[in-house]
């Protein structure tokens, strides 16, 4: 988690958003991964045997974490979370209309 938050000081890390993806997707890897580390050693420490996840708790873990990125996609989709891009050909149109003066009365 060192390693993203050490990325996310970078100007042109914060400006781009495959790099901030990334960033992101790191931070959520070291969490989950810290917290598995302290299920485990809890669970070793307290029962005195050596545990390994059985393949369908790892699959309900990604399904989880795959649940809350089709969420967010949906969320970012339909609701005005993010600024809407203008397409090419309004583009010339608004700096047209933002450079004609307002006429005030």
Do not use: D
């Amino acid at each position: 988690m060192v390693v993203p938050t050490l990325l996310l000081y970078q100007r042109k890390v914060r400006m781009s958003p495959g790099a901030l993806y990334a960033c992101v997707v790191m931070i959520l890897f070291g969490f989950i991964a810290n917290r598995l580390n302290v299920a485990v050693t809890g669970m070793e420490a307290g029962s005195g045997t050596h545990y390994v996840p059985r393949w369908t708790e790892v699959a309900v873990t990604l399904s989880i974490v795959g649940a809350g990125f089709a969420i967010f996609r949906v969320v970012a989709e339909y609701f005005p979370i993010f600024e809407a891009h203008q397409s090419n050909e309004e583009a010339p149109r608004m700096a047209e209309m933002e450079a004609a003066p307002v006429a005030a009365e």
